[in-house]
Structure formats: C-alpha cells, structure tokens
C-alpha cells in the first residue's frame, strides 16, 4: 500500500487535537453548506447525497484519527518524535515570521465564542469567516515551514513512522484511507457537477 500524506495541519504544534479541526470544518462548511444546497438543487445535485457523502467523511476522518491518537499513546518513541517535529515546525514558522502560539490562541478564542449559544447567528457568521481565515494562515503558516530543508526529512520520517504505528494499531487502517479516498472522489464529482 502506498503511503498516504498525512495532513500536515496535524502536526501544528498547538492544534495537535483533531477537535479543533473539526471544529473549524463543522463552523466554517455549516453555512457555505446552506447555500451550495440551494446551489445545487438548482442545478439537479442530489443534496441529501452531498450531505451523506459529507457525513461518511468526517466519520472515517474520525475514525483515523482515533487509531492515530491510539498509535500514539502506545509509542512513547513515536510522541517523542511528534513532539521533535512539532518543535521544528514551530521554530520555522516563527522564522518564517508566523506566531504559531498566536494563531493557535486566536482559533481557540474564536471557537469558544463560536460554543456560545446565546450568540445571534449574524455575529456567528462573521466568526466563523474569522475562524476560516485564521485556519488559512495556520496552514500557510505550516507549509512554508514544510518547505524548509531542516524540517521536510524529519516530517517525512514522522509521516512514515506514523502510518506503520497505525497500521499495527489497527489492520483496518488501509480499508479505511481507501474508503475516504473514494468518498472524496464522489465529493469533488458532485461539486463538478454542481460547476458544471
């Protein structure tokens, strides 16, 4: 099996857990959802397929995660290198004059004030813009610091010791990432269409 290319937003230092992305996809997709519905129904696009496919997405997503967090908790040597690597990704952000903590405190600030249910959806809006644009600059942030000499290697060795760790953690891992890529395939064909 090849290997499949982890996401980098994984190993941001400060945004390590997978609820915080989850969180910015399920506060940002939420309303643009609203309107490629309306788009796509105009256009003869299944949206309660969109929506299905959408949702068995974050479910595998999950479900990798979870046997990545697992992978992790049983290899202290594998945290260790995380940790090495988050280390590196932070210092070449911040050379490459990004704040890495400052971003990670402005998602986590956006997302409580997002948490607030008395907040009128008018102000939610205008967060979770926010919330999208501070997720862009953590992953400008990220790549340029991928393309650093001193932090690609190190990446790419985490990349390949994770995906054995959480292979070994669970055999499923493979039927997994093949179920996700086939979904993602259906997605991006269901915007084609939409576009079309």
């Known amino acids: 099996m090849a290997l499949m290319k982890l996401r980098s937003w994984r190993l941001f230092p400060y945004l390590i857990a997978a609820g915080s992305v989850l969180m910015v996809i399920f506060y940002v997709a939420r309303p643009v959802l609203g309107a490629l519905g ?4 105009a256009r003869q696009v299944p949206v309660a397929r969109l929506a ?5 997405i974050g479910s595998l997503d999950e479900k990798i995660a979870g046997i990545e967090r ?14 090495q690597v988050a280390e590196l990704l932070g210092r070449s952000m911040a050379e490459h004059g990004h704040d ?3 971003i990670t405190e402005r998602i986590k600030t956006i997302e409580g004030q997002l948490g607030d249910k008395t907040l009128p959806e008018a102000n939610k809006g205008k967060l979770r813009a926010e919330l999208a644009r501070a997720a862009a600059e953590a992953d400008a942030a990220q790549q340029a610091a991928l393309r650093d000499p001193k932090v690609r290697p190190a990446y ?3 990349q390949k010791d994770l995906m054995l760790a ?4 669970d055999p499923t891992l493979p039927q997994l990432l093949r179920e ?6 259906q997605l991006r ?5 939409a576009a079309g």
Do not use: V
């Open 38 to 41: 309306r788009h796509f129904a």
């Open 52 to 56: 299905e496919t959408q949702r068995k």
């Open 70 to 83: 697992a992978a992790l908790t049983h290899d202290p040597k594998l945290q260790a290198e995380r940790g």
């Open 100 to 102: 890495p903590q400052a």
């Open 156 to 158: 790419q060795a985490l």
């Open 166 to 169: 959480m292979n070994k953690q």
């Open 180 to 185: 996700r890529a086939q979904a993602e395939q």
């Open 189 to 193: 064909a269901l915007y084609r269409t």
